[in-house]
């Protein structure tokens, strides 16, 4: 089945230990978006690729950066994980608008 | 600027009951609106759409949406609720021509009582 998948679905890090989540897809989609949830609450978004295109959301704090070196892959690097980052990091995936986007299972991130 | 409401943190209803789940949104433009599920640790799953065309969107489960343009809402209805159904809703909207950004609402959880 084509699908999005994250990995790990959980990681613990210490504070100010950079991180790296993976995301990769089956789907083709060249639209790659990462959000960040709290606790049930709304989905935030971080940023997306657009094929190579980087699109930063203009509040997603600097210690956030991302890579996507092919159309399957992308990555979400924090670079020094603050109490504050833990979260859960959702991946999706899209064509372009106005289609839906599919998510993976989510990372949880836990900074000790 | 976009926004989505989902006036109600929480719904309680009987299985078998039909369910309702509100929501409106605010865009300058015209919207694309999404209906998402979250299911513990989980990622969200979509449920149906509006694009353009008819009000009324069928979608997965047997879930559906009417959207109303002059109360710009858009709420989820299900005629018969399951206990599978228990989860966490979230609406989401988009303007046309607005990019990528999809603005979703804070979740309406679901609590479907056997």
């Known amino acids: 089945d084509a699908m999005v998948i994250q990995n790990p679905r959980y990681q613990v890090t210490q504070f100010g230990k950079p991180v790296t989540l993976s995301c990769s897809q089956t789907?083709?989609?060249?639209?790659m978006y990462w959000y960040q949830q709290k606790s049930s609450q709304a989905p935030k978004l971080l940023f997306h690729?657009?094929?190579?295109?980087?699109?930063n959301e203009a509040d997603t704090p600097d210690n956030f950066q991302s890579r996507r070196p092919n159309t399957s892959f992308c990555f979400l690097d924090i670079r020094s994980p603050g109490l504050g980052d833990a979260a859960m990091y959702l991946c999706?995936?899209?064509?372009?608008?106005?289609?839906?986007?599919?998510f993976g299972p989510g990372t949880r991130l836990t900074v000790l | 600027a976009q926004s989505v409401a989902q006036p109600e943190d929480q719904v309680n209803v009987a299985e078998g009951n039909p369910l309702t789940v509100k929501c409106t949104y605010s865009?300058?433009?015209?919207?694309?609106l999404f209906w998402y599920v979250q299911y513990p640790n989980r990622g969200l799953q979509f449920l149906l759409k509006?694009?353009?065309?008819?009000?009324l969107v069928k979608g997965s489960y047997g879930f559906e949406a009417e959207f109303n343009k002059s109360q710009t809402s858009f709420h989820l209805k299900k005629p018969s609720a399951l206990v599978s159904d228990s989860a966490l809703y979230f609406c989401?909207?988009?303007?046309?021509?607005?990019?990528?950004?999809?603005?979703f609402g804070a979740g309406t959880r679901l609590f479907v009582k056997a």
């Open positions: 789907l083709n989609h060249n639209v």
């Open positions: 509006y694009i353009t065309g008819d009000n």
């Open positions: 690729y657009y094929d190579k295109d980087f699109n």
């Open positions: 999706a995936t899209s064509s372009p608008p106005p289609n839906e986007q599919f």
């Open positions: 989401a909207v988009r303007e046309k021509g607005g990019g990528f950004k999809t603005i």
């Open positions: 865009v300058s433009g015209n919207p694309y």
